[in-house]
Nanobody
Framework: QAQLVESGGGLVQAGGSLRLSCAAS????????MGWFRQAPGKDREFVAG???????????QYADSVNGRFTISRDDTRKTVDLQMNSLNPEDTAVYSC?????????????????WGQGTQVTVSS
């Protein structure tokens, strides 16, 4: 049974950094596109960053415009983890962050293509 478990959330001041990690089990990790999404209170779920499955052609990483240049997504197929390094955080980044897994999906921005989801981790950025 596939499982995704996020960690690393917390409270940070504006301008600070956090690193989220998502550990996967029970699935052939290297064959899955992995994505981070977030949802703030009263708002829709929003794509943050995605990284395509290992061996995908045409490049592997996508970012939302709002985080491009501040956030970095990476994956480690040996450890079956996908990390999200978040720098220069601002209060607008406050949300529950969830990771998802989509089987060999080229466009990582569409949350409807994700099969598995973690439970989410809270990120709060104070001003």
């Amino acid at each position: 049974q596939a499982q995704l478990v996020e960690s690393g959330g917390g409270l940070v001041q504006a301008g600070g950094s956090l690193r989220l990690s998502c550990a996967a089990s029970g699935l052939p990790f290297s064959e899955y596109t992995m994505g981070w999404f977030r949802q703030a209170p009263g708002k829709d779920r929003e794509f943050v960053a995605g990284i395509r499955w290992t061996g995908a052609s045409g490049g592997g990483i996508q970012y939302a415009d709002s985080v491009n240049g501040r956030f970095t997504i990476s994956r480690d197929d040996t450890r079956k983890t996908v990390d999200l390094q978040m720098n220069s955080l601002n209060p607008e980044d406050t949300a529950v962050y969830s990771c998802g897994a989509a089987f060999k999906v080229f466009d990582s921005r569409n949350w409807g293509t994700y099969i598995y989801w973690g439970q989410g981790t809270q990120v709060t950025v104070s001003s």
